[in-house]
């Protein structure tokens, strides 16, 4: 644990909890908000929790000790967030906290609450690979359960979504839903729905990200001339991915879901100036993905905001996209998942 901050002294901790949470990798992606100020998409996306993937973080709660009034509260900085023992810029979290304030003061009455936040990932966080949305459903779990709040997993998914609306679809395993406009997500279809569908998570690069998903999402909207197109044509896209997920046929989705990574890119391309995340490992991999389905194997990529590239396909193809991985001049790092569950709660040690 770190140190206490100093600004907590006369605060004293009334809970505590731990939670450890997947990240969602999106099928079909968001990218673009309807409403920025509450986060809300403007673009469906559906996603797979991945089970081979986990953020783990802590969340003590202090309330002041008797004698603080709240005239007394300490000015400055309210809520500490630490990621691997580095304090986090609170700007990032406030839009967080403060909804979270405004949610719990609809029915508590008590004094301010203030948060101390420890997360750690098991993989890099910030570089491409979803941390954003494991990190934050991780957070509103163990917080809600340091509050000793029991709220449902749809009022829990909306408060994430405030952080980042890729974690709004962290609250349920298996394929998870975030429809344009929504306020909180929807299970798709449960864990257990395609039990031979792997995701091979290929990093190309430990760095990370060059711009935010955040900053590069508003920049595409404001500057690119193909973004009206990418709104206009993303409601389809998740309609048809939806039934492909229904049958379970890869053939069907693949083609959907290369559809949905590479049009969102091209908002990016088409940005002044543009944005690239990639760099020629990420395209090299790709080219991977392209060799093995001439091959016949049912073999697809997606990529986020970041050049990690992530590979779906059925447990049976897995063996020859490893032998492709090993063969490549520089080998990168990988995972492997299976679609994974909802958030999980521990109380603190
Ligand atoms: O939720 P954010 O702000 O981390 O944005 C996520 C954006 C993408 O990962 C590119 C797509 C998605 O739907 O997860």
New binding site residues.
């Given amino acids: 644990m770190n140190p206490l901050p100093p600004e907590l002294s006369g605060w004293m901790q009334t809970g505590c909890a731990r939670a450890r949470a997947h990240p ?1 990798l ?1 099928l079909i ?3 673009g908000k309807a409403n920025a100020e509450r986060n809300i998409p403007a673009t469906p ?1 559906l ?1 797979i929790t991945l089970g081979g993937l986990s953020t783990h973080t802590t969340v003590r709660v202090f309330q002041p000790s008797g004698k603080m009034t709240e005239h007394s509260q300490p000015e400055g900085e309210q809520d500490y967030v630490f990621i691997r023992n580095v304090r986090q810029p609170v700007q990032r979290f406030e839009p967080f906290f403060s909804n979270l304030r405004r949610e719990l003061a609809k029915e508590r009455k008590e004094c301010p609450f203030r948060f101390l936040v420890e997360s750690v990932s098991d993989f890099p966080e910030s570089a491409g690979l ?1 941390s ?2 494991s990190g934050f459903a991780a957070l509103t779990a163990a917080a809600c359960s340091a509050l000793n709040w029991n709220i449902s997993a749809r009022r829990m998914s909306a408060l994430a979504r405030q952080g ?4 709004a679809r962290c609250f349920w395993g298996g394929f998870v839903q975030l429809d344009a406009g929504a306020a909180w997500a929807e299970p798709a279809a449960p864990e257990n729905w395609w039990p031979e569908l792997r995701v091979i998570a290929v990093m190309t690069s430990r760095s990370p990200k060059s711009m935010s ?2 900053a590069a ?1 508003e920049h595409c909207r404001a500057t690119s001339s193909y973004y009206p197109e990418w709104l206009r044509d993303s409601g389809l896209l998740m309609s048809k991915a939806l039934e492909a997920l229904q049958q379970r046929s890869l053939d069907t989705l693949g083609p959907l879901m290369r559809q949905s990574y590479s049009s ?1 890119f091209a908002t990016m391309l088409s940005a002044n100036p543009p944005v690239l995340y990639w760099n020629p490992l990420s395209v090299e991999i790709l080219r991977l993905c392209e060799t093995l389905r001439s091959a016949g194997f049912s073999v697809w990529e997606t990529m ?2 970041g050049p990690q590239v992530k590979i779906i396909c059925e447990e049976n193809s897995v063996p020859e996209v490893i032998r492709k991985l090993q063969s490549l001049p520089v080998q990168p790092e990988y995972r492997i998942s299976s679609a994974g569950g909802p958030p999980r709660v521990e109380s603190c040690e």
């Fill in positions: 969602s999106a992606k968001y990218w996306s996603a979803a954003s949305s980042s609306a890729s974690a998903s955040r999402m969102m986020d905001a």
